[in-house]
């Protein structure tokens, strides 16, 4: 029954014979282990085109959503956070599979005559892979992928002559990305490097066939075997254990998500992924005006001598073990990128910001002047809410609907008795005053974290509230300048050093006009928490 | 696996039972979260919250009147407020439908016909009752039903639909 299906659809498509013949190839006796890496690489290819296809079903491609999309992805999707660890661990793992390829042709000196077109299509496979990690990195839109990126435009613009084409062309004129350089490199990595590497990759297949597997010099008398099933066989174990890697790490290593890509963040220290660190610390090398050198002269020279490798090495095929100027050309290779790589993750500051902070809902009340967030408190203790239910009409008007237009006296009165009959409520002056910014100056955002209610955040602004600290402060905009704005800290400050200074600030800041703060411990951890939280 | 080699299982075979098994290992490790990925639920499908569109007291008894109102809606990454409307009908004093603005035949938006006393699709003329019963058309089944409840004399509408029928 299946034969006769199989023979009807070979009479009518010739496909059943055509897999018979690609399997049945000759291949030569020599051939082995040393030989899977292609076909593994062509699985991880695969592999980032499925997981890549199934992410773009749940992504907002432009800077306003795609931060946001990636997080619903990460938190709300189930499987959704095995399917990015897939893609961005595979994206690595790609590189090296490539990078090993690449490496076993070139020791084992398979790119010499006939197989110099198919080096020269296996370089600029490379070149595509790289070109995938460089767009990818842009697009989860956090502050690594903005920062990262801003650099890599930059570097583009050394090149000499070109650079202001280029970067016009990457869509970063004026040295700001956006929305340009987002559609560009998003379209890059989705629609035309995928389609550059598959016709680049037929090619490459095209030609392994057309010259057949590259045998050892001393191969040639010994008989051929078939490709299937000895070799398939290999390939497929190399696959496997491929694929058993990344699933590990897309399961069990950390994958975060940093906040959202914000250009005025001047703390972020920039750094690209791992496999292009050895480029960024080039940089370092070559100072001033030579920075074009390690920039753009050498990277595109080192390319130029990769492309030509078959044609810089003429000699005679030889064995592998005769290969040594081969074998000490990659260790020298080896070093100088692990030396690089290793100074550059030296030198590099650890970041500051918390790598999973993208993945946490953005918390509204960070940008709430802190009266107006310690009001809120308020209006829950003094149970205004018995009368002005948000967003519902009830006893009193709906506040959630707009901001009111009464005038300050008249809330300040309302606020000391609400109701003619009822009794006075036990508000301060100065409560009821950050009441009345609440319920005249808040904003849509402001109106969320009414309805909310953020426990925490309300009890450290009660606290900045009550003690008084914009009197001399400034947070979010509000308070006063005769100490420094609060704005910030965390990247200014480390946490212990903001409760030590509370209880004792002379000690921290010699001549300073703030007097000590006593609080409790749970205190303590509520105020500094909340002012660490204020971004800048 | 139960073969042994006594009995003469070829290296060919072995071969490729083993990479039909691999290579279906391989395709399980991308195919099951993928699988998981587009079929299940988002975790929190955050449903709206009932949301007052009027003073009961100002509906009139037995003629539908056309609300509009925001409701709150979760678009996949983001929570929208977007504007929506409702047809509501006070039966009695203390009581009153909702009716989903879209004909149930194929979501077009009907319109309240005072001549005829009855609410009329454009699309293909299915003709409702007040109660939202089929008076024509091919409309397969009866108007659509907003959850809703009355709070303080208010009129309180839900996130969901009830299919009649």
Same mark, same amino acid.
């Given at each position: 029954m299946l034969d006769r299906a199989r023979q009807w659809l070979d009479d009518r498509t010739g496909l059943p014979s055509a897999v018979r013949h690609f399997l049945e190839e000759d291949i030569p006796a020599s051939a082995g282990w040393h030989q899977v890496l292609g076909s593994v690489a062509l699985f991880a290819f695969l592999i980032q085109a499925a997981t890549g296809i199934l992410l773009a079903f749940n992504y907002g491609p432009t800077p306003a959503e795609a931060h946001a999309s990636v997080r619903y992805i990460m938190t709300e999707l189930? $499987? $959704?956070?095995?399917? %990015?660890?897939?893609?961005?661990?595979?994206a690595s793992a790609m590189i090296i599979v490539v990078v090993l390829h690449m490496i076993q042709v070139f020791v084992w000196g398979a790119y010499k005559k006939p197989r110099e077109t198919t080096w020269i299509v296996g370089c600029a496979l490379l070149l595509m892979t790289l070109a995938f990690g460089l767009t990818g990195y842009l697009l989860p839109w956090d502050n690594r992928a903005y920062w990262g990126t801003t650099v890599t435009t930059q570097i583009a613009g050394l090149a000499p002559v070109l650079g202001g084409y280029v970067k016009r062309l990457l869509g970063a004129e004026g040295d700001v990305i956006g929305n340009i350089t987002f559609a560009r490199f998003y379209t890059a990595h989705v629609v035309l490097l995928p389609v550059a590497t598959l016709a680049l990759m037929g090619l490459h297949l095209y030609l392994v066939r057309r010259h057949g597997v590259t045998p050892t010099p001393d191969d040639t008398a010994r008989p051929v075997k078939r490709f299937y099933p000895a070799q398939v066989f290999k390939d497929t174990v190399a696959t496997f254990a491929y694929v058993m890697v990344i699933a590990l790490f897309a399961n069990f290593a950390q994958l975060g998500l940093g906040s959202m890509a914000d250009p005025t963040d001047t703390r972020y220290i920039p750094r690209p992924e791992w496999y292009f660190l050895f480029l960024f610390q080039l940089l370092k090398v070559f100072e001033g005006s030579l920075e074009v050198v390690g920039a753009v002269i050498l990277p595109n020279l080192a390319i130029v001598a990769l492309f030509l490798v078959p044609f810089l090495d003429r000699g005679k095929a030889v064995r592998v073990r005769q290969r040594t100027a081969a074998i000490a050309i990659v260790a020298l290779s080896a070093v100088g990128w692990a030396g690089l790589t290793q100074r550059a993750v030296a030198t590099t500051p650890p970041s500051t910001e918390d790598p999973l902070a993208g993945l946490r809902p953005p918390q509204e009340w960070i940008h709430m002047p802190p009266e107006q967030l310690a009001a809120v408190g308020y209006f829950y203790d003094a149970a205004c809410v018995q009368c002005h239910v948000l967003e519902r009409s009830s006893a009193g008007p709906d506040l959630s609907k707009a901001p009111s237009k009464r005038d300050a006296e008249w809330l300040l009165e309302h606020f000391t008795q609400p109701d003619a009959d009822g009794a006075p409520t036990r508000l301060s002056a100065l409560q009821r005053r950050s009441l009345v910014a609440l319920v005249t100056e808040r904003d849509d955002r402001g109106v969320d974290v009414w309805a909310r209610r953020p426990q925490e955040a309300i009890a450290g602004a009660l606290l900045y509230d009550a003690r008084q600290c914009a009197f001399c402060h400034t947070l979010n905009g509000s308070g006063n300048k005769r100490a420094p704005v609060l704005n910030g800290l965390a990247a200014r400050r480390t946490r212990d050093w903001v409760e030590g200074h509370f209880a004792d600030p002379k000690a921290f800041s010699p001549g300073t006009q703030m007097p000590a703060y006593r609080f409790t411990p749970r205190e303590l951890d509520a105020i500094t928490g909340y002012l660490m939280a204020i971004p800048k | 696996m139960h073969e042994t080699n006594s009995k003469g299982v070829s290296r060919r075979s072995f071969f490729g039972s083993a990479i039909q098994l691999l290579g279906a290992a391989i395709a399980a490790v991308v195919a099951a979260p993928a699988a998981i990925y587009l079929l299940a639920k988002p975790k929190s499908s955050g449903q709206g919250d009932f949301v007052e569109v $009027?003073?009961?007291? &100002?509906?009139?008894? $037995?003629?539908?009147?056309?609300?509009?109102?925001? %409701?709150? %809606?979760?678009?996949?990454?983001?929570?929208?407020?977007?504007?929506?409307?409702?047809?509501?009908?006070?039966?009695?004093? &203390?009581?009153?439908?909702?009716?989903?603005?879209?004909?149930?035949?194929?979501?077009?938006?009907? %319109?309240?016909? &005072?001549?005829?006393?009855?609410?009329?699709?454009?699309?293909?003329?299915?003709?409702f009752d007040t109660q939202g019963a089929v008076l024509a058309g091919p409309a397969p089944r009866p108007l659509d039903r907003l959850v809703s409840r009355i709070e303080g004399g208010k009129l309180l509408i839900g996130p969901q639909e009830r299919h009649s029928g």
């Open positions: 189930s $499987g $959704g956070a095995m399917i %990015r660890g897939l893609h961005h661990w595979g | $009027g003073d009961l007291s &100002e509906f009139e008894l $037995g003629k539908p009147q056309e609300v509009v109102y925001y %409701r709150t %809606r979760v678009d996949g990454w983001k929570t929208t407020k977007e504007k929506t409307t409702a047809w509501v009908v006070k039966s009695e004093p &203390e009581k009153a439908v909702a009716f989903s603005p879209a004909c149930p035949h194929l979501g077009c938006i009907f %319109r309240w016909e &005072e001549t005829g006393e009855s609410f009329v699709c454009p699309c293909h003329a299915s003709a």
